[in-house]
Nanobody, 113 residues
């Protein structure tokens, strides 16, 4: 199993980023996927979840209306579109496979002027 996140970086407040998580080694379309994040000195927190079909999503209150989770089962990839970024969104972002507890290596997002 391999989960490879990409798309992180440094962005100014109010800016946008799109994270990608490319999955391999399992039947991607059978599993719900989540994005988590962990800021320095804080616990890892759930950001968003999408069902295996993509029909249902869940968002943490802190990102609702600003972030969008989506997936492309043909490409075995889950995305996190982030808009109106705030300094408090700064964290390492991880993708996660539900039910089987697989984690990616994480990608750093830094929101700063």
């Amino acid at each position: 199993v391999q989960l490879v996140e990409s798309g992180g970086g440094l962005v100014q407040p109010g800016g946008s980023l799109r994270l990608s998580c490319a999955a391999s080694g399992f039947t991607f379309s059978n599993y719900g996927m989540s994005w988590y994040r962990q800021a320095p000195g804080k616990e890892r927190e759930l950001v968003a979840t999408i069902t295996n079909s993509g029909r249902s999503t869940y968002y943490a209150d802190s990102v609702k209306g600003r972030f969008t989770i989506s997936r492309d089962n043909a490409k075995n990839t889950v995305y996190l579109q982030m808009k109106s970024l705030k300094p408090e969104d700064t964290a390492v972002y991880y993708c996660y496979v539900l039910r089987v507890d697989y984690w990616g290596q994480g990608t750093q997002v830094t929101v700063s002027s």
